[in-house]
T-cell receptor, first 113, second 107 residues
Framework: EPEVTQTPSHQVTQMGQEVILRCVPI?????FYWYRQILGQKVEFLVS????????KSEIFDDQFSVERPDGSNFTLKIRSTKLEDSAMYFC???????????FGPGTRLLVL | RKEVEQDPGPFNVPEGATVAFNCTYS??????FFWYRQDCRKEPKLLMS???SGNEDGRFTAQLNRASQYISLLIRDSKLSDSATYLC????????FGKGTKLSVKP
């Protein structure tokens, strides 16, 4: 069964450093998403991406964040200058159609020191 | 931002029990509704979509009341493996998650 994959599984970085989180969505999916979950809190939407552009973004997704689909398979989330409060689990998800089921990757646990 | 509210939990039940979770949502424009389950430190996994007519998948039954903006999940004959956090999820365009209700099924 096809799966969303994410790398790395864990990332530790120093405050102010740039990080890039990588995702490979399910191959025939057209809609891509990033979510985050701070430890003990709910899953929060960051951004959705369709047809090589951002469809929607939340207030969390400020100028420090960017997304890219550099080739036909990878979907990346970049945080330019990490802050302590960026420490969270970051989930990538993909779906065939908007408002339909989204399938989540296993997540990248980011720790900012 | 419009929210999704769930029973706070935790629910601690014996094996074989029937347990019900409730959820309300505030965005009346929501079109799609789901229950996901999330195991500790894992990703959310789709349990079932929720349709207006109600739907059942084995021991799991989901109901939607659009007029009341209310969603429910019923688990019958609960198993140890049902222990997880159950997330009510609403989709007006992107997924809005509830905080989840933790279920612990004891032998």
């Amino acid at each position: 069964e096809p799966e969303v994959t994410q790398t790395p599984s864990h990332q530790v970085t120093q405050m102010g450093q740039e990080v890039i989180l990588r995702c490979v969505p399910i191959s025939n999916h057209l809609y891509f998403y990033w979510y985050r979950q701070i430890l003990g809190q709910k899953v929060e939407f960051l951004v959705s991406f369709y047809n090589n552009e951002i469809s929607e973004k939340s207030e969390i997704f400020d100028d420090q964040f960017s997304v890219e689909r550099p080739d036909g398979s990878n979907f990346t989330l970049k945080i330019r200058s990490t802050k302590l409060e960026d420490s969270a689990m970051y989930f990538c998800a993909s779906g065939v159609e908007i408002q339909e089921t989204q399938y989540f990757g296993p997540g990248t646990r980011l720790l900012v020191l | 931002r419009k929210e999704v509210e769930q029973d706070p939990g935790p629910f601690n039940v014996p094996e074989g029990a029937t347990v019900a979770f409730n959820c309300t949502y505030s965005n009346s424009a929501s079109q799609s509704f789901f229950w996901y389950r999330q195991d500790c430190r894992k990703e959310p996994k789709l349990l079932m979509s929720v349709y207006s007519s109600g739907n059942e998948d084995g021991r799991f039954t989901a109901q939607l009341n659009r007029a009341s903006q209310y969603i429910s999940l019923l688990i019958r004959d609960s198993k140890l493996s049902d222990s997880a956090t159950y997330l009510c999820v609403v989709n007006p365009s992107d997924l809005i998650f509830g905080k989840g209700t933790k279920l612990s099924v004891k032998p």
